[in-house]
């Protein structure tokens, strides 16, 4: 039995019609009968029979049906698939992301996606996560990957990743010495706090707050490569995501500093504009952010 056979089964089993199953393959219908007679020979089964003038399935008849639906179901999907694949090539897509994530993750995530659909045109910006969510609302992107603690009722957000977050210091600190710490403690130490709207920055503020204190900031600073080179060179103590600095940890360049009953996480959600319907571009770029499709993912993590 060849494709074709089955072809001229599925659509004969179908009509139940050998004429019509013949009109609808643009062949005859003396050759619709004898393919179904070549295939009930080389199988030894008999797939038609008829009460009266009625043509109906027989038990293997009903068995290789269901087979054949399945298989043609499949060959229908596939044919979509490539079709949608076909119809992006000439797109475009926005897509924002913190200016950590748009430096280490997102280059992997893009080489997936171009892997997929090379004529796409991927329009990547940065900034804080309240300037990305924002950016969905003045229709500058579809799709932001962004870390905070509060998303406007007018979004849909997906769960991305969490995010542990460590206070980290030069060995040279003399935080280091008397880690575990205080919140109280920590009031007191100059702090290198990450730039208004960061997600960083509001989990560890909520943290001062609902303790009635304020941080000691020494420094604002959007880069993150700039706040390990100061903490590095031994001013103050930040906080970040574990996983973006623990080569440095690793290397002993920077040191963790325990906080007193004090685990701090960040969620990161893929938040987009509930009242819009996606394009088909970024639905197929949220399926590699979601794992459907795999990437090859660098380990730093999102600021």
Not at 81 to 109: C, D, I, Q, W
Not at 255 to 270: A, P, S, Y
Request: proline fraction near 3%; aromatic fraction near 8%.
């Amino acid at each position: 039995m060849n494709l074709n056979q089955l072809r001229i089964f599925y659509e004969s089993a179908k009509y139940l019609n050998f004429s019509k199953a013949a009109e609808h393959l643009y062949i005859s219908q003396p050759a619709v009968s004898s393919q179904i007679k070549q295939m009930e020979a080389i199988l030894k089964a008999k797939f038609f029979g008829k009460s009266g003038r009625k043509m109906h399935l027989t038990e293997a008849g009903k068995v290789l049906f269901a087979y054949a639906q399945k298989i043609f179901n499949l060959e229908s999907e596939a044919e979509k698939a490539l079709n949608s694949m076909n119809s992006l090539r000439k797109e475009t897509f926005h897509v924002g992301t913190t200016k950590t994530y748009a430096r280490y993750l997102m280059p992997s995530y893009i080489t997936a996606f171009h892997g997929l659909y090379p004529g796409v045109s991927v329009f990547l910006s940065e900034g804080s996560s309240k300037e990305m969510i924002k950016s969905l609302f003045q229709k500058k992107n579809e799709l932001a990957i962004v870390a905070t603690t509060e998303y406007p009722k007018m979004l849909n957000s997906i769960v991305f990743r969490e995010e542990e977050l460590v206070l980290v210091a030069s060995p040279d600190n003399s935080l280091c010495e008397i880690s575990p710490i205080t919140v109280e403690e920590l009031s007191r130490i100059p702090l290198i706090m990450r730039e208004e709207g960061s997600g960083t920055r509001k989990i560890v503020i909520d943290m001062f707050k609902s303790r009635g204190l304020s941080p000691a900031i020494l420094y604002e600073a959007s880069n993150l490569e700039c706040i390990k080179e100061l903490l590095i060179m031994g001013e103050g103590v930040s906080f970040a995501a574990r996983a973006v600095v623990e080569k440095e940890l690793n290397q002993g360049l920077l040191k963790e500093i325990t906080i007193k009953d004090i685990k701090l996480t960040m969620g990161v959600r893929i938040v987009y504009l509930s009242e819009t319907k996606l394009s088909n571009v970024a639905l197929a770029f949220l399926d590699i952010l979601c794992g459907k499709i795999p990437h090859q993912d660098s380990s730093l993590l999102l600021q």
